[in-house]
């Protein structure tokens, strides 16, 4: 999951605020009223309408008489001029709707939004009940104490909920926050993707403070559920109602429910009680949360009640967010290596593939790269990238492809013939936007020299690197695909020729490897020239791997289609060296795809285009 799920960002503070039963309201940097909770409205009793927009110093504070207070002497205001961290105290007074005054405990903090001072957090409870000197410095000392453990406990909650950290990290954090703020030990069981419909539970995490080793022997797997119905099973693995457990039920009748799961812990890390909070989301349930307290702590209140029981809602989104993220995720890089191609093996060339998906789900779909005999024999190479991320713009590429394809194999024509029949046709027979690309014609005799005769429409230029480590871009430039016919310019695009040196090899990419939101695309291509240029001793698919990893693309997705030529005259007629290794099998296409123009060694059938290649002594024939 990658960016924070939209779910948790608005309704978690907003939940928590109503269980406090504490007042909560924010100012502005000009002292004015911004938000209030409804126990701040309790309190006062004064509606949030008639407090919004309002001077809280003017509207609230008071003398005990009733009097007004100078704003010269309001701590609150002093507080937002001076820009001071934060502060306390328990001598002020508030005025209530009816004209009567309450005394207020209150504490505040800066309110920072996108890192800057944007006013005041003012937290506050009614302090009539604490009046005398004892009394009111040990209500003082615990209510600021459990004010801001809450507040804390809050954002640390949220904070973990929302990173961008794996799930099972932000669960074990979480459960670093539970214990011991809410309980003695903490457990959280998940149930199964493997085997989700037997219900079968796995416990990710435990954490106790106070047997922290025990805690962790206590994770993996759990005994499958007994079969029979929903019911029975319920009873063992969880419902969809939160259940307060007894430790003497458990412990002493194996029949209790959850007392199969929840056995092993009360014996290993004991504990009175436990709060079961089932982790249920979209019709989906994931498990359960398990919260327990043991010896002298308290029982849980109906308020931590609550804000455990949606702490288990949000967590429960967050599993839920990340399933609907991986499916998602699978569904679009599926879809994209159904359309790349298996590379053909053709005479003594060498031939590699790459690609690497988007990292953020939905943003995959637009490189790609091609390689396929034409009917003269030559070998096409294709880079491309059809403007958008998404599976919309993986259709497109393929109808773009597909069209490139097509041109190419039934007419022999120069590179920017093509690309001006493809400009026409993506302009009048698709609704694809626009696209860049490199369409190139490797030609020559067998056994060398070969010549690249390319058109390149708005893309990166072509990197050769020979055998020595020079390096150089073919740069050669047109409008992109679907531009000019569109707007009627009459652009065209120009031929061009390089020799290709023997051993040398010829890279075709897409901008995801060298550009990114950090760093220019000028920097890139430096940065691509320099590591190129030191890796022409591995072999082509070496090559790219090392090239990949040393670049480290990150954000768009990045295509990569390498040529290695062979040496001087290997593969010509007469030739007595052994032929190179064959090309490695991997490709990132789907596995049961076949390369287009070659023949499957499994099916020994004639090649339907030799005769083309041998009328055209140009042409590279396949091996």
């Not at 927009?53 to 609230?60: I, N, P």
């Not at 993707?193 to 106070?210: C, K, N």
């Not at 020979?466 to 000019?484: R, W």
């Not at 990569?560 to 040496?567: E, F, G, K, N």
């Amino acid at each position: 999951m990658s960016a924070p799920d939209e779910a948790l960002q608005p309704g978690f503070p907003h939940a928590v605020l109503h269980a406090l039963g504490t007042g909560v309201f924010t100012v502005d940097t000009s002292g004015r009223i911004t938000f209030v909770n409804p126990w701040t409205e309790r309190l006062l009793g004064r509606p949030a309408a008639r407090m919004i927009g309002r001077d809280a110093h003017d509207l609230l504070h008071r003398r005990p008489d009733g009097g007004p207070v100078p704003r010269d002497q309001c701590s609150i205001m002093a507080l937002l001029r001076s820009g001071r961290p934060a502060e306390e105290g328990s001598d002020e007074y508030f005025l209530r709707d009816d004209g009567t005054t309450v005394p207020i405990i209150w504490a505040t903090t800066p309110l920072l939004l996108a890192g800057r001072r944007a006013g005041l957090v003012v937290v506050f409870n009614d302090f009539s009940l604490h009046r005398d000197a004892e009394e009111q410095a040990a209500a003082h000392t615990a209510a600021l104490e459990a004010l801001t453990t809450r507040l804390n406990l809050v954002a640390d909650v949220s904070s973990v909920l929302m990173s961008a950290t794996a799930t099972p990290q932000r669960i074990a954090q979480l459960l670093r926050l539970l214990v011991p703020a809410f309980g003695d030990w903490a457990a959280v069981d998940l149930r199964s993707e493997r085997d989700r419909a037997a219900g079968t539970l796995e416990r990710v995490a435990v954490r106790s403070h106070t047997h922290p080793r025990r805690a962790r022997r206590l994770e993996g797997p759990l005994p499958p559920p007994p079969s029979g119905s929903r019911p029975a099973r319920a009873r063992t693995t969880g419902g969809d109602d939160t259940v307060l457990l007894s430790a003497a039920e458990v412990l002493g009748d194996p029949g209790a429910p959850l007392a199969a799961t929840h056995r092993p812990l009360f014996d290993r890390l004991g504990g009175r009680s436990a709060l079961v909070v089932p982790l249920r989301a979209r019709r989906r349930h994931y498990g359960m949360l398990t919260v327990a307290r043991a010896g002298d702590s308290p029982d849980l209140t109906d308020s931590e009640i609550l804000l455990l029981n949606d702490i288990g809602r949000r967590l429960a989104l967050v599993l839920d967010n990340a399933r609907l993220y991986h499916e998602q995720r699978n569904v679009a890089e599926t879809m994209q290596r159904q359309l790349l191609t298996p590379l053909p093996q053709v005479d003594h060339l060498r031939m590699a593939a790459r690609y690497l998906p988007a990292q953020r789900a939905m943003e995959i779909g637009g490189d790609w790269y091609d390689a396929f005999l034409l009917s003269d024999g030559v070998v096409a190479l294709v880079i491309g990238d059809v403007v958008g991320h998404d599976l919309e713009a993986a259709s497109h590429m393929a109808e773009v492809r597909n069209m490139l394809r097509a041109l190419a194999w039934n007419h022999r024509e120069p590179p920017s013939v093509i690309l001006q029949d493809l400009d026409e046709a993506v302009t009048n027979t698709s609704d694809a936007p626009m696209a860049t690309l490199v369409f190139a014609r490797v030609e020559g005799p067998e056994g060398g020299p070969w010549q690249l005769h390319w058109a390149n429409a708005g893309h990166p230029p072509p990197l050769l690197v020979t055998d020595e480590g020079d390096t150089h871009f073919l740069t050669s430039h047109g409008p992109l695909i679907g531009m000019s016919a569109a707007l009627h310019l009459g652009l065209e695009w120009p031929d061009t020729y390089v020799e290709l040196p023997p051993g040398s090899t010829l890279l075709l990419y897409t901008d995801g490897l060298v550009e990114s939101r950090g760093r220019p695309i000028d920097l890139g291509m430096a940065k691509l020239r320099h590591h190129a240029s030191m890796l022409t001793g591995r072999t082509v698919d070496g090559f790219c791997d090392e090239l990949l990893a040393r670049i480290d693309p990150s954000g768009d997705d990045v295509a990569l289609l390498a040529l290695r030529l062979p040496p001087a005259g290997a593969g010509a007629p007469g030739d007595s060296r052994p032929p190179p290794p064959p090309q490695s099998p991997y490709s990132p296409a789907a596995p049961n795809r076949a390369a287009p123009g070659s023949v499957q060694l499994d099916a020994p059938v004639e090649d339907p285009t030799r005769g083309a290649r041998e009328e055209s002594p140009g042409g590279l024939p396949t091996e």
